[in-house]
């Protein structure tokens, strides 16, 4: 899964944005001021001062599901994988009571996600596995919904292609993907794009 983790810090960029939207808002609390200091600091490479941060805001505010899951991320990022699973598992289990609010699919989607790359690192294959299946379920559901930015598309199509070709072994359904994004992609990210498919068509190549 090594292409799934190394572009990993292009496609957080723009899921931070939208989480930083749904979760921090305009950081109007002292919560939330605290947790959008902590993007910012994982943002920049801070990830110890990233934790700190999102220790703040859940200390102020236990109940908003998604700070755990960026304060896995960044433990996720300092290689602390047990101590990112532990707060994946509460992001996870808090998340899936809000999943009929509109854009919290992503949300979860994102939790499963992360959770399975830890899951990966220390070696649970199998529950991995299923986490990335969970995540491709809810990724897919959030592509439905209409009021995320053009970028956020674009990556949440590519993240559900990579799932399916370096998860699943599925090279028919990435590429179709691709050509579905291809149709409603800004001019900008066609090559990008196109690229993604390139690689897609390369890969299934070599192991015919």
Known sequence: MLKLISNQKRILGSLLILCSVLVV?????????????????????????????????????????????????AKLAMGNHDGAMSDYD??????????????YSLLI?????Y????????GN??????????ALIYYEDSIQYKDFPPGIIV??????????LDVFGDYTGSLKIYDSLIRKARSDDKPYIYRQKGYVRLKAEKLC
């Open 25 to 73: 808002g305009c950081a109007t609390t002292a919560w939330e001021r605290a947790a959008d200091i902590g993007i910012k600091k994982y943002e920049s490479g801070d990830y110890e001062g990233a934790i700190r941060s999102y220790n703040a805001a859940i200390r102020l505010n236990r109940a908003d599901s998604y700070l755990y899951c960026l304060r896995g991320e």
């Open 155 to 164: 990556d949440l199509y590519d993240r559900v292609a990579e799932i399916k």
């Open 109 to 113: 989607a994102d939790a499963f996600y």
């Open 90 to 103: 509460k992001c996870v289990n808090k998340l899936l009571i809000r999943f009929d609010e509109d854009g």
């Open 125 to 134: 294959s199998n529950s991995a596995r299923e986490d990335y299946q969970e």
């Open 115 to 122: 959770r399975a790359q830890a899951k990966e690192i220390l």
